[in-house]
Structures are given as structure tokens and as C-alpha cells.
């Protein structure tokens, strides 16, 4: 296990569930251009863009937030058991993530909040696990933080109105055993469950799209979902994903989030980039550039 990343006075760590070095990226970023791809190689390889494949390379990933008094789970990427057949990577996956998580230092009863970006089947699937034929919570002395409008979009009553991706059972099996728990709190707008750590929407990708903010001894880190899925975004903040709900709106989110780190000098801690997996953000000329790393 990798040492952990500081944040001021957090400790950040990476609990990795799956890399995928096979990402098409005319598929994942529809007006994205060969030729773009070609003019940004140079820095993407080889940690972002395999060249001799021509793929692009994506980690489904949580992020782990210890603080001094509380330990928070970012996004819980896609858990084990579930069928997904029109999602491979996670169908009926068996992955070792709950020992990755103990090899941070927390057991499923140590997470204190869990807080999910949004609701897509790679971001809250280990919410639940299960047991003995039911889907049961698996951080059971947690708070779940929900977007209220993002569980709408998912859940009883949106069927046949839901988002752009289609994604079956995963509000069932994943979100609706936590909130029939009472795990569950559904928020609107900024709120913040501690000191230091709060949740804000950054719509676009889904109708209720939260980054995370994390802000102790005078640095802020953003974590950013799926705001942007992939570091070429950094540099055309103009590309969207296939699966982003409102085109438009995650463009304008995406450009506020970077203008922002850019100006202050935020960490960016974005869902998906392969490691590394987090870094600065700088303005440039037509767009932004990226530094990994602190």
C-alpha cells in the first residue's frame, strides 16, 4: 500500500478497484479527434494514453479521507456480486477492495461518511454487499451523503425519465437498502457534515453531480467525480463524456472547477485518472495545463 498523501492535516489514500488500459477514447469523449489526441501525446503517455494502442487508461477508484476525529469514503466505485452485463469490467466482479481498504487502516466500521459524488454504477456500489442473498449496507456505522435531486433522477418514480445512462438495478441493489437503513442523509445544495469537509453541487454529468471539498491547514483539495474523466479534459475542458446527462451545463461546471483550482492553487483529486491521479492545475492559453502531483 502506497504511503498516504497529505492535505494539510489529512491524510489522503487511494483504494483502487479496477484500471482499465483499454479505453477507446473516441468512445468515451465522442468529440474528441484523433489529431487532438496526437497534439497532447507527448505529455499524456504513458501514464494517461497508450500510444501503441492507441487507449486510453482509466482507474475506478474511492478515495479514503482520514482526519484527525473522522474517516470519509469518496465515491465507492462499483462492488462485488453485482451483474452488470452491459457494464463488463463489473459484472459479477470479485475484486479485493475491502482488503485494500484494510490495508489503509479502516475496516467497513471504522468509515465514519460515506459521501458519493453521484449515483452511476462505478461511483456507489460498494454502499451494500451481499449477504446471505441480500443486498445488505456494508459501512454500517456510517452517514451516506446523497444528493436529493440525484436520487430522484434514480429512484422510484424516475423510471423511464432517468439520465442519459442506463444503468438498471444499481439504485436498488446499491442506494435503496442504505436509505431503508436510515443511513442515509439526502442534501441539497452546500452542506457540510464537519468542520473542514463539505459537499457542493457541480451538475452535468448527472442532474445531481457533488464534487467534495477538503480543506485543512491551508490547503484545499477538490475531488471531482466525474467532472472530467480523463486529464485531456484539462486540456480541452470543452470535451464532454458519452455519459454526461446535460452536455452544456457539465462543460460550464467543468471550466468553473478548473478556473478555480487554477486561481487558488487547489489539489484536483479527479475519480478516474490513472496515477498519478491528482495534481495541480494551471492556465494557459486556450485551456488549462496539468502538474501531477503536490
Known amino acids: 500500500m502506497a504511503s498516504p498523501i497529505p492535505l494539510g492535516g489529512f491524510a489522503l489514500h487511494e483504494i483502487e478497484e479496477i484500471t482499465d488500459s483499454t479505453v477507446d477514447p473516441l468512445f468515451l469523449l465522442p468529440s474528441l479527434t484523433r489529431e487532438t489526441i496526437e497534439r497532447h501525446a ?23 479521507l482520514r482526519t484527525p476525529t473522522h474517516n470519509i469514503l469518496i465515491d465507492t466505485c462499483c462492488g462485488n456480486d453485482k451483474p452488470r ?17 484494510k490495508q489503509a487502516g479502516c475496516s467497513p466500521d471504522d468509515i465514519d461518511f460515506v459521501m458519493c459524488t453521484h449515483l452511476h454504477v462505478d461511483h456507489c456500489g460498494w454502499n451494500t454487499r451481499l449477504e446471505n442473498g441480500r443486498w445488505v449496507p ?26 442519459l445512462v442506463a444503468q438498471p438495478d444499481v439504485y436498488e441493489d446499491s442506494v435503496a437498502p442504505v436509505i431503508a437503513a ?10 457540510s457534515p464537519l468542520a473542514g469537509l463539505s459537499i457542493e453541487p457541480a ?9 467534495i471539498r477538503a480543506e485543512s491547514g491551508g490547503t484545499t483539495g477538490l475531488f471531482t ?3 472530467m474523466h480523463h486529464p485531456i479534459q484539462i486540456a480541452a475542458p470543452g470535451l464532454n ?45 486556450n485551456g488549462f495545463g496539468f502538474r501531477p502531483g503536490l
Open 42 to 64: 507527448g505529455w499524456l503517455a504513458p501514464h494517461y494514453y497508450d500510444p501503441a494502442s492507441g487507449t486510453f487508461i482509466l482507474v475506478i477508484r474511492s478515495w479514503l
Open 85 to 101: 452485463p452491459y457494464f463488463p469490467p463489473a459484472d459479477r466482479l470479485n475484486a479485493p477492495y475491502l482488503d485494500r481498504l
Open 138 to 163: 456494508t459501512f454500517r456505522k456510517a452517514r451516506h451523503i446523497f444528493s436529493r435531486t440525484e436520487c430522484e433522477a434514480w429512484g422510484p418514480g424516475a423510471a423511464g425519465e432517468r439520465p
Open 182 to 191: 436510515g443511513l442515509a442523509e439526502l442534501i441539497d445544495g452546500v452542506f
Open 203 to 211: 451538475p452535468g454529468h448527472s442532474p445531481g453531480h457533488c464534487l
Open 225 to 227: 467525480g466525474d467532472v
Open 241 to 285: 463524456s458519452a455519459f454526461c446527462s446535460d452536455p452544456a451545463q457539465a462543460a460550464r461546471t467543468r471550466r468553473r472547477v478548473l478556473t478555480e483550482c487554477a486561481e487558488h492553487g487547489h489539489l484536483l483529486v479527479p475519480a478516474h485518472f490513472p496515477t498519478p491521479a491528482f495534481g495541480r492545475v494551471e492556465a494557459v492559453a
